[in-house]
């Protein structure tokens, strides 16, 4: 069956009653959307604070490849093993994007009989958050285009507008448009255009928010643009916008319950991109779910060298965080990919790729002990294709790396086939304690934190800009020389070509855009032809989603 015919034959339970028989949360603390979901009051949150933590385990991967790699679909596993094996386990998940959900993905709620349901809810709209952060987004545009229409009292220079509008969908004709066409009635003409939901500063700021007071305090810090000097900043305060944002996001802030195929529960809470945002659920769900369970599993986004980088460098440096252990997801025939090898030949036998591909898996897990300073487990999402011949050399290969290594069957058979990655996981988790290091010291220049992730991380031998990128930055390490970095680069290889493979040294990292988040406190590098407005494939995953007179929908994988 596919991954949204095993959802909808799911006997899920009513969220409300899951969550009073886990976590001893009473309803009056809940505000159901449906039977199967709801949000959990603000109050309650605060209530837990004096609760001691739970241990903190991140999920991460290899570099994606087209083979798939299956993160959410391990989490789900993990925690559900956990669950199984008698230990109070909670996931903390993202929201999956519209624009993935109908470009290439078709969804983003786990596999097999490793999912989080209602899948199509999840997929399709959920609670309405990506929704708010979007109207949130485009209130501050429409007052920016308005303040300058109505006489421009802060003297914004138009041609320094550093806020675009978003949309939460891949569409690549928005990137760079023209607005104001059309004679004086309709504002000043001026270049604009727009990025995709996930990749919003009001998103980042949600998912960093620890407060209503603090999402509001984060919103008016938003540098909106300049003035013709080009230095003096003009602020979402300024505009009087951080109060109405705040509004509109005043149910967004609240954690997301569901549950799991095997009916435990799971946080799902935000949603930024790891490729071109920060690429971790939110603060707040983390947090809750620390207090309320002994053992948290989480994902970031696409390979370690994005999203746990971001969730070292930005989220547990801001929200002090200490992780205990994280699990590196691979799959044969991924690595096999890494290797050299076509996707049309990935299911056949492949010993000599195998053993090439598996360079990307050692850097990953050489950066993760070495870098992030945390224990690792390598777990083998298992597909029918394997090989005995090649699960035993990636053992091998495991196990001369000094690396923990285990096949898990989740994907076929939930929880139960988890259990030994979970056992694995436990013994490390209890006997380690809480904490890691950054990849990166504070007070380094927003240059160096840059190079020193290309470097250390990436496998570069150094990174490049032009004089004009080099100058911004240099302007800006006086007032936020003490952000963390977040590097928009492809998902796809450690360099800023997708089709480098493996792992690849003494490439050069070309630093192309620098952008400001001063709510969000980072400062984005883009790198290579990074777009933070993704476009859509040949043939789109929208192509295959329908739904029928009855209302059950299909093609959602």
């Known amino acids: 069956m596919s991954d949204i015919e095993i959802a909808q034959k799911a006997t899920m339970k009513p969220i409300i009653d899951l969550a009073k028989e886990h976590y001893g949360i009473d309803s009056e603390h809940l505000e159901p959307f449906g039977h199967y979901k709801a949000k959990l009051s603000l109050e309650y949150v605060a209530s837990l604070a004096d609760k001691p933590d739970g241990k903190l385990i991140l999920v991460t991967a290899i570099s994606p490849t087209p083979a798939g790699e299956g993160k959410t679909t391990t989490t789900v596993g993990l925690g559900d093993a956990l669950n199984r094996i008698g230990k109070k386990a909670v996931m903390c998940l993202r929201e999956p994007s519209l624009g993935p959900c109908f470009g290439v993905k078709g969804g983003a709620a786990g596999g097999g009989y490793s999912q989080v349901v209602p899948m199509e809810d999840i997929n399709l709209h959920f609670t309405g958050d990506f929704h708010a952060i979007g109207v949130a987004h485009n209130l501050l545009s429409a007052l920016i285009d308005n303040h300058i229409t109505q006489g421009n009292a802060f003297a914004i220079d138009p041609r320094r507008i550093q806020w675009k509008r978003v949309v939460d969908m891949n569409d690549r004709a928005l990137r760079k448009i023209i607005i104001g066409l059309g004679g004086t009635g309709n504002g000043y003409a001026r270049e604009d255009g727009f990025d995709i939901v996930v990749a919003s500063e009001v998103m980042a700021i949600l998912c960093l928010a620890t407060s209503r007071a603090d999402l509001k305090e984060r919103l008016g810090r938003i540098v909106i643009g300049y003035k013709a000097d080009g230095k003096t900043a003009v602020y979402a305060s300024d505009l009087k916008a951080h109060g109405a944002m705040a509004a509109l996001l005043k149910d967004a802030i609240k954690p997301n319950l569901v549950q799991t195929l095997e009916n435990n529960i799971a946080i799902i809470h935000g949603g930024p991109f790891a490729n071109i945002a920060h690429g971790c659920n939110t603060v707040t769900a983390t947090k809750t779910a620390l207090k309320i369970a002994d053992y948290v599993v989480t994902e970031a986004g696409f390979g370690a060298d994005l999203g746990a980088e971001k969730f070292i460098d930005i989220k547990c440096r801001m929200a002090n965080l200490k992780p205990s252990a994280v699990v590196l997801v691979a799959t044969i025939r991924a690595l096999k990919f890494h290797g050299g090898i076509n996707k049309e030949d990935l299911n056949k036998e492949n ?205 959602l994988f």
């Open 351 to 555: 010993l000599a790729a195998l053993e090439k591909g598996f360079e990307n898996l050692e850097r990953h897990y050489n950066n993760i002990t070495q870098h992030y300073g945390l224990p690792c487990v390598v777990c083998i999402n298992h597909f029918t294709f394997d090989t005995e011949a090649e699960l035993d050399l990636l053992k091998a290969k495991c196990a001369a790396l000094g690396a923990n290594c285990v096949v898990s069957k989740h994907w076929a058979e939930g929880g139960a086939g988890a259990e030994s990655l979970a056992k694995e996981v436990i013994n490390i988790v209890d006997h380690h304690e809480p904490g890691c290091t950054y990849v990166y010291d504070e007070t380094l220049s927003l240059w160096d934190k840059i190079e020193a992730i290309a470097t250390k991380l990436y496998g570069a031998s150094g990174i490049s800009a032009n004089a004009k990128i080099k100058a911004q930055l240099k302007t800006w390490d006086e007032a936020y020389g003490k952000f963390p970095v977040c590097i928009a680069k492809t998902q796809m290889s450690f360099s800023t070509n997708p089709n480098l493979k493996g792992a690849p040294t003494g490439h050069t990292v070309e630093i192309n855009e620098v952008r400001l988040a001063n709510g969000a406190g980072f400062v984005v590098a883009v790198a290579g032809d990074m777009m933070t407005m993704p476009g859509l494939p040949k043939e789109p995953a929208a192509e295959r989603i329908d739904i029928d007179d009855t209302g059950k929908i299909t093609g």
